[in-house]
């Protein structure tokens, strides 16, 4: 309605049909729609076009070193959480060209590299998903050095994220203060809610990119009944997480444990096969590799994704800082829950469970905390 | 791109004016660019870049006034550095930084400056030196201590004899091994500390060299009296990015290349003697 | 002003807090010399006969390489102590010591010095502990030395 007052906090009832109508709407703005969709027996972050590429109806079930996904006559869009891949793959490729050079008679010349991006919609960001991508913003454009790549796909991508009315055993949001209802930094925020017959969205505005969006679609401002059905499903979805991480002074406690014998038990499972740091959605450390073409005139410098369970991370002068896997792991828990508190002000940790349920020998960093710091 | 970026990733192409080899191992480039304008700070470091091989983290040894060159020393010990030990003058080298912290020299006005220097470790507190021995008149009293593997290792030979000869800074050099050649003393490098007098109330100390050196010359420091606010280390780690977004350079909470490589002790001093961290 | 031994050596660390009455038997086998530069003051296998309080001057400590030569492996200045092979059967050198500097130095004689102390199981106690202590010192600075840091 154009006379509805729209403003940030504006709360909308959208139909199966308004929410089919969003998504045709955004490929007419030319957005690439990224949204979960299910792919070899997982669902991940992959491109859709139109709603019906949703994992409409499907469950997932996770566990320490367990995930599979099964179907149900739900109807539901949204009834999972979160799977092997995040945001990050789309902010922070997992390969980047970071300049090329080419030979010249005197000498070579450094070829900037101007990148081809594309605008993103994402949609079904889960909240920690969403912190995860805010805590990545901390470490590549708040510094005093600011990656133009991630920059320019951030400033351009409009995230419609979704508040979760369901959880996997793996997930502790609530510990790490990041979900399971989203609270900032998204252009519109959806709960979804089926209760039969009736099955709508509540959405909320949250940016002015949101507002222009939503104003598109025309519709109804959500009764209070209809937004608290919602709020109470979120509420319902904050009891019972089977998992939970004492956050209370855990920077201090966790490095005063530096030689607890709990670091020597867990090198024993620990393959250092780094799926914990791929999963994760804050996981940043990169590589470089410097190529050249086989005449040796063209060169490029490409910088890729790297683990600090590798061992040449820590490579220096004919040997490697932390060649045990033991002050490996230690490294990456200690990072996340410690030394990333007094860089950039929060916990490298969004509770999102991925590394929980992806580590093949099932490593559940909420009992190691625990144990580390009894 | 924005321009803050350009010379933090992008290499700018620098000429090779001057190759000089120092020891067996360990050589000197004097690098000249004709477009671009520079300055740093001593302590801070460029990442060397060789077309289409690999960079490498250098700190910067020449003299920090009106700097006309970037000079390194370097010791060829991988892959880049073995390359460039073969490079020839005229030949061009890319260049971005300079990055890091810087040996804060403010800090030393008026107190004694001890400075102690390990192997390699004289290339990066060389800028320093000449920073201190350009403003002499603002502090006490002065001394570098310096150990090298043997007297073939020792860097700069020429210039120790020139500062060694100056009343005002007290000098001792140290080599591990002894050969026919060497009248001077024998022995590590932390056996020189007993034989300065200072005022251990009213002193900064500046420390360079290889890790486990400078562990034992900071137990030697402290049991002295030093403070660990007093005392700054250089540290070396794993660098691919130089800018703080790689993770490959931390120490605990500490980027090597931004927060460091010069480091207050006290900044340090939970994680220098954890091993493996 | 000629100094006597005794307030000489009061100073030195090796007899910080050793009681007077030791320090006297102490000073009771000391003597003041001095050595030339380049003149050795004991060589390998030699009785080890002295143990010397370095007044001033450097001495290099060096061991024969065939094919090498001298070779220096640590040298000792002012205020450092040469020497505790003394004090530890069988009494021998094993290694030389040459004046590098001239050298002014306080010896003491080693028989006079172990007889007094196994008349005085209280001074050769105190003499132990103090060699103890500096043998630990050098021990750990030639381990540093052989760590070789400086290389790969």
Redesign the interface.
Known sequence: MENTHINSSSKFVASQSDFQKLILILKKENYTIIAPKVKDNAIIYDEIVSAEDLPIGIKDKQEKGKYFIEKTSSGKYFDFVVGPNSLKNYFFPTEKI??K?V?NK?????L?ENYETKKYAFIGVRSCDLEGLKTQDK??LN??????YYKKIRDEALIISVNCTTKADTCFCVSMNSGPACKTGFDLSLTEIKLNPSHYFIIEVGSVMGEKIISKLKLLLATEKEISAGENLIEQNKNNFIRNIETKNLKEKL?KN?ESPIWDEIATRCLSCANCTMVCPTC?????E???DLK?EN?KRI?KW?S?FTI???????GN????V??RY??WL??KF??WV??FDTFGCVGCGRCITWCPVGIDVTEEIKKITK | ??T???D??????F?VKKFKKETHDTFTIDLISKSSKFDFKPGQFNML?L?????VPVSISGNAQNAKTFIHTIRS??TVTKKISKIKSG??I?VRGPFGSHWPIEEAKGKNILIIA???GLAPLRPVIYNILDQRKSFNKVALLY???SMN?ILYYKELETWRAKLDFDLHV?V?????N???????V??LI??ISMDWNNTIAFIC??E??MR?VLEELLDLGMKENEIYISM???M??A??????C?I??E?VC?DGPVFKFSRMK?YFL???? | MKQTLEAILKDHPFVKDLNPKHLHLLIGCAANIRIEQGKYLFKENQPAENFFFIRKG?I?I?SFIPG????????????DILGWSWLIPPYKWHFDAKA?TPVRAITLDAKCLRTKCEKDFELGYEMMKRVAYLMENRLQ?TR??L??????
């Open positions: 970071i300049f050079a030979k005197n000498g070579f010349d450094i900037e470490v590549f510094g005093q050095y600011k990656d133009s490095f530096f940043f450390c990169s590589t470089v410097d190529i050249t040796g060169a910088s790297d600090c040449e991370h820590s490579y220096i002068h004919g800082i932390r060649s045990s033991k002050s230690r490294q200690l990072h410690s030394y007094d860089q | 791109m924005e803050n970026n350009f933090k990733i992008l290499p700018k192409p000429i870049y077309f289409g091989i690999g960079e010990v991988g030949s061009v890319g390990g192997g390699i150990g090298a593997r290792d140290t591990d091994r002894g050969d026919k060497w009248r001077g003393e024998v022995g590590v932390t056996t007993k034989k060299g290889p486990i050196m034992f070396e780690r794993n691919k990015c800018v703080g977004i790689c993770g490959h931390q605990g909470k980027f931004k939970d954890k091993r493996e961290l | 450097q290099a060096e090498k030569g001298q070779i220096t492996i640590q040298t000792v200045d002012d205020g590098t600075a540093l030395q760590l070789d840091f400086y290389g790969n």
